[in-house]
């Protein structure tokens, strides 16, 4: 077989010719920030754990990568992974893979937990937030409250910690991984740690409700105040990854956009409510059960504003695809980027298909629909930039053309291919590894 290398990867690109009608069905996927969690969560045990469900993509290959180079037996079948490390066999993540996603900072606090002593670098991933990478403050004073100490030198963190003590902390900004990062932490640490103001993304409380059928004592998880009795040791486990909201919310958005009926299958629409609520107000017509949504043909689309928040609120990682869908409404809508500072570059590129964008500041952008977008060669930034040029490129006249879609594929599982099932005109160019 040939071999495909990540330069190859590099180099692959979308092709898509815009206004091809979409209908039918798509499935969303495990959820790739559940399973990014769940994964250095199985350093935790010493024994089995089985994932199922798991997502195909680049960025859970990073994390198997680094949780075998830890000396982890791991077998994966399909979407099925088995997780077993007896004895971690060393205490550094491998730089060449950490510094490549954020995710990585996952695998500290339970490593720490288990071996006393973790070295790890500044973890990668998508370029949010000013400075050349997104901060780990809170994770630090975190595990300085937990009892670690910590040594920085040349970008590469080391925390020593005989045994860890439980804490009380307070998140002065809500963090999601942060949030994920200290709860796994205080599981194996002496005594009953309590976590204020934390993120209730679904996320976490799946990640809480999997340690706790296996030993764990975690209450709260899912609201702001989480309580851990920490214990001794983590049985052997089954989790099922959550499907993931934002790929729902991403192709009930695309439907909407490109004025498609599609029905969403394998989908949580309850995590996705506030986008639903905005669906109520702008005009799109939508019905659903437990585990499917259904988006009617859209007439037309009325502007609305939208302010990221932290969940239940609208989510900064649904932010472009809003963008995309606004810029098809009668009228003005501002799009209030509040969690990262640098989520809204990408709107030069709709600026340069023909939409009608004004920057105000780093975090705000006024829209004014309707614009006919016309097909344009673009570079995806980032996993959400990326999957929203695909939209605009979905509804555009014309060919639209996408480079360094690596990040789409950070995120997306096969994202051409499921397209095309519903009738999209997009190919790729190069070859997906999978
Ligand atoms: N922050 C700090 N210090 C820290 C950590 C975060 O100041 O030590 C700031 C961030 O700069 C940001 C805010 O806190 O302004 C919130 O960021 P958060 O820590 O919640 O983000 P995260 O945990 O790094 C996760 C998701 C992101 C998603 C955000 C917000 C994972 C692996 N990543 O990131 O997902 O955007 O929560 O919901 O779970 C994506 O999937 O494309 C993605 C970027």
Same mark, same amino acid.
């Given at each position: ?6 330069? %190859? ?15 039918? *069905? ?47 037996? =791991? ?51 998508? =370029?949010?937030?000013?400075?050349? @990478? ?15 100490? #910590? ?24 963090? =999601? ?12 640490? *002496? ?38 009795? &920490? ?9 099922? =990854? ?10 009930? #958005? ?23 609520? #905005? ?5 799109? *017509? ?35 695809? %809003? ?6 409404? @009668? ?43 016309? &097909? ?59």
């Amino acid at each position: 077989m040939k071999r495909v290398t990540r330069k %190859y990867i590099y180099m692959s690109k979308l092709i898509i010719q815009g206004q091809a009608q979409l209908a039918g *069905e798509i499935e969303v996927k495990g959820a790739k920030n559940a399973a990014l969690k769940i994964i250095p969560a199985t350093l935790l045990s010493r024994e089995k754990i089985t994932i199922t469900n798991l997502p195909h993509i680049e960025d859970i290959n990073k994390a198997i990568a680094l949780i075998k180079d830890l000396g982890a037996a =791991v077998i994966q079948q399909g979407r099925t992974l088995e997780i077993q490390i007896n004895d971690i066999v060393k205490n550094e993540l491998k730089p060449e893979i950490a510094n490549k996603f954020r995710a990585s900072i996952m695998f500290v606090g339970p490593i720490l937990a288990r071996t006393g002593e973790v070295k790890f670098p500044l973890p990668g991933g998508c =370029v949010l937030a000013s400075g050349a @990478q997104r901060p780990i403050d809170l994770f630090l004073q975190g595990f300085k409250k937990f009892g670690a100490e #910590i040594d920085i030198k040349d970008n590469c963190y080391h925390l020593k910690a005989k045994q860890l003590k439980a804490c009380d902390y307070f998140f002065t900004t809500i963090s =999601v991984t942060g949030t994920e990062s200290l709860m796994m932490t205080a599981v194996l640490a *002496e005594g009953r740690t309590i976590l204020k103001n934390c993120a209730c993304e679904p996320e976490i409380k799946a990640l809480a409700d999997y340690l706790n059928s296996q030993g764990a004592k975690i209450q709260g998880a899912g609201t702001p105040t989480i309580t851990i009795e &920490g214990v001794s040791k983590i049985n052997a486990g089954q989790y099922q =990854v959550i499907p993931d909201r934002i790929e729902t919310g991403t192709f009930a #958005i695309m439907a909407a956009a490109t004025k498609s009926e599609i029905t969403i299958t394998n989908c949580n629409p309850s995590h996705i409510e506030v986008l639903l609520n #905005i669906f109520q107000k702008i005009g799109v *017509e939508y019905s659903h059960g437990e585990d499917w949504l259904k988006i009617a043909k859209v007439k037309t689309i009325k502007p609305n504003n939208i302010k990221t928040h932290e969940y239940p609120g609208f989510p900064t990682d649904l932010q472009s695809p %809003y963008t995309v869908l606004m810029t098809q409404a @009668q009228g003005s809508s501002i799009i209030h980027e509040t969690i990262y500072d640098r989520r809204l570059l990408y709107t030069d590129m709709l600026m340069q298909m023909g939409s009608d964008i004004i920057m105000c500041d780093p975090h705000r952008v006024v829209v004014n629909g309707p614009s006919q977008l016309i &097909g344009r060669t673009l570079t995806s930034p980032d996993i959400r930039a990326g999957i929203a040029m695909i939209i605009a490129g979905l509804i555009a006249n014309g060919q639209t053309e996408i480079d360094n879609i690596y990040q789409i594929d950070r995120g997306y599982e096969n994202i051409d291919g499921r397209l095309r099932a519903l009738g999209a005109d997009i190919k790729r160019i190069g070859t997906l590894n999978l």
